[in-house]
T-cell receptor, first 112, second 114 residues
Framework: QQQVKQSPQSLIVQKGGISIINCAYE??????FPWYQQFPGKGPALLIA?????SEKKEGRFTISFNKSAKQFSLHIMDSQPGDSATYFC???????????FGKGTLLTVNP | GAVVSQHPSWVICKSGTSVKIECRSL??????MFWYRQFPKQSLMLMAT?????????EQGVEKDKFLINHASLTLSTLTVTSAHPEDSSFYIC??????????FGPGTRLTVL
């Protein structure tokens, strides 16, 4: 059972454009939703995270939008740059259980 | 802050041998660490939760006798792949939470079993 569904699988965006990656979850107990960026051969790096008591969180060019009723959250990358080309993973966890459940990932390519 | 390191970064071994991977929290103490496995172009799959001073908790389907975990101190967890086989070749990544919910990952260890 895939508890966090991520789409699209791959995404191509032009430099300066907006990249949007979506995730949906099933477990209503989830209460922490981070996004990670991973470059080839490297470990994932925490980008931004949100809790369900807010609908949006912004850090620089990265914004998380959260829709609790729809059980969906998304990552928006504004002014996308070639250096943003990487695989992005959404994840979720609940309570004092810090175990993360990951989406399948989105390979983002930003063309110059 | 919140730096997690792994050693080695890559290792090649012969089938049937054992390989040990270290995970260290460099600037914080971690009573719990996590071990993940990632196959090419796939997501991270949690293998086990490493608990300092007690036994690790393994996810369903992960062989605890094959993947030995030892959390000897508050800054070190080790994963030993015993009797490695080519199908164990993968990218192994550890993580830890310095405080609260934010989880930081190590750089990963690429294991190739010949």
């Amino acid at each position: 059972q895939q508890q966090v569904k991520q789409s699209p699988q791959s995404l191509i965006v032009q430099k300066g454009g907006i990249s949007i990656i979506n995730c949906a979850y099933e477990n209503t107990a989830f209460d922490y939703f981070p996004w990670y960026q991973q470059f080839p051969g490297k470990g994932p790096a925490l980008l931004i995270a949100i809790r369900p008591d807010v609908s949006e969180k912004k850090e620089g060019r990265f914004t998380i939008s959260f829709n609790k009723s729809a059980k969906q959250f998304s990552l928006h990358i504004m002014d996308s740059q070639p250096g943003d080309s990487a695989t992005y993973f959404c994840a979720a966890s609940w309570g004092s259980n810090y175990k993360l459940t990951f989406g399948k990932g989105t390979l983002l390519t930003v063309n110059p | 802050g919140a730096v997690v390191s792994q050693h080695p970064s890559w290792v090649i071994c012969k089938s049937g041998t054992s390989v040990k991977i270290e995970c260290r929290s460099l600037d914080f103490q971690a009573t719990t660490m996590f071990w993940y496995r990632q196959f090419p172009k796939q997501s991270l799959m949690l293998m086990a939760t490493s608990n300092e001073g007690s036994k690790a908790t393994y996810e369903q389907g992960v062989e605890k006798d094959k993947f030995l975990i030892n959390h000897a101190s508050l800054t070190l967890s080790t994963l030993t792949v015993t009797s490695a086989h080519p199908e164990d070749s993968s990218f192994y990544i550890c993580s830890a939470n310095p405080s609260g919910r934010e989880q930081f990952f190590g750089p990963g260890t690429r294991l190739t079993v010949l």
